[in-house]
């Protein structure tokens, strides 16, 4: 299946059963009137919300190139993430005003009969489900709003499993276990919310990938039998994916064709990479007195060439 049907499929799934839980929990609120099943369902009626965001985001980056955007449309997928992140903070925010508003006035809504607990316990087992997903997906196509997504379904787990705590814990006479334990889980969702901003940030700002994705990048230029040096390597991120510039010395012999033929080499072994989208390849010849010692390049595959120039 390709990266585009993938991720629409995806999106398409997660408002699916937002919606589907919105309507669950509702009904239960209605009937008990529990205080951790109408923030629950509040909860997934954000999800809902937000859900139409990510599949309308997912469509517009999984669009093909085109002549305004030669390169895709994946640079928006950090943008579809911090708007996931928001839908985070909102979370959070309502859970702990609940949670202290609870606390501070001594009032907690006792649930009584199997229902409520019921419609969370099935709640948390869906939404894990779908965290995992979403994460799998999300990690093999390389798509940040996707697993900022997953990142969110975890969240709804932790929620629905404590407002079942608080639930079970008033029906056998601690109520004060609902707030707490909400309290709680809106502070981890909170600190999620920063994490997902944090990563998404790094998309936008140009920011390098991480070394060992860096290192691989300069094994695979210098594993080409006539390449004898690299240097002024640059790899960063364009939105999710990684741009790669760099140099290559090779031998001055070579005809114009050869160096091409070993530019293009060298840019398709590193444009094999998943995360890689485009490299550019500059070939200096050794009689260009370009050659040089690049102590990051050394670093990174553990040593290197002296340099000529």
């Known amino acids: 299946m390709s990266r585009t049907s993938a991720l629409r499929r995806v999106g398409l799934l997660v408002l699916g059963v937002n919606a ?3 309507a669950a929990k509702g009904i239960i609120y209605l009937e008990t009137g529990s205080l951790a099943v109408g923030s629950e369902a509040a909860n997934s009626l954000a999800d809902a919300v937000y859900s139409l965001v ?3 985001g997912l469509y517009l980056t ?12 994946e640079r928006i997928e950090p943008f579809v993430s911090l ?8 979370a959070g925010g309502v859970v702990l ?9 001594g009032s907690v809504t006792v649930a009584r009969g199997p229902a409520a607990a019921g ?88 920011e390098a990938p991480p070394e060992d994705l860096r290192a691989e990048i300069v094994r695979r230029a210098l594993a080409h039998p006539d390449v004898e040096g690299a240097h002024d390597v640059i790899a960063h991120y364009v939105g999710p994916e990684i ?33 890689v989208d485009d ?20 670093r990174l595959v553990g040593g290197g060439r002296e340099g000529d120039g």
């Open 97 to 105: 005003w609940q949670s202290a508003g609870s606390l501070l006035s």
């Open 243 to 275: 741009d790669v510039s760099l140099h290559i010395e090779v031998e001055g012999d070579r005809t114009i064709r050869e160096a091409h033929d070993i530019e293009t080499e060298v840019m398709e072994a590193i444009q094999d990479l998943p995360e």
């Open 83 to 90: 708007f996931v992140a928001v839908g985070i903070f909102a």
């Open 119 to 206: 419609v969370l316990a099935g709640a948390a087992a869906v939404k894990f489900l779908l965290y995992r997903y979403c994460l799998q997906i999300g990690t093999e196509r390389n798509s940040p709003a996707l697993v900022a997504t997953a990142v969110d379904n975890r969240n709804d787990t932790l929620t629905a499993g404590a407002a079942l705590v608080g639930v079970l814990g008033a029906q056998v006479g601690y109520p004060v276990l609902d707030p707490l334990a909400a309290g709680v889980v809106a502070v981890g969702i909170l600190y999620t919310g920063v994490g997902v901003v944090r990563d998404n940030v790094r998309y936008l700002v140009g």
């Open 54 to 56: 990510i599949v309308g």
């Open 20 to 22: 589907a839980l919105f």
């Open 62 to 73: 999984t669009r093909p190139p085109d002549f305004e955007h030669p390169h895709g449309h």
């Open 279 to 298: 490299a550019f390849v500059h070939v200096d010849p050794k009689e260009a007195g370009e050659w040089k010692t690049d102590e990051e390049v050394d």
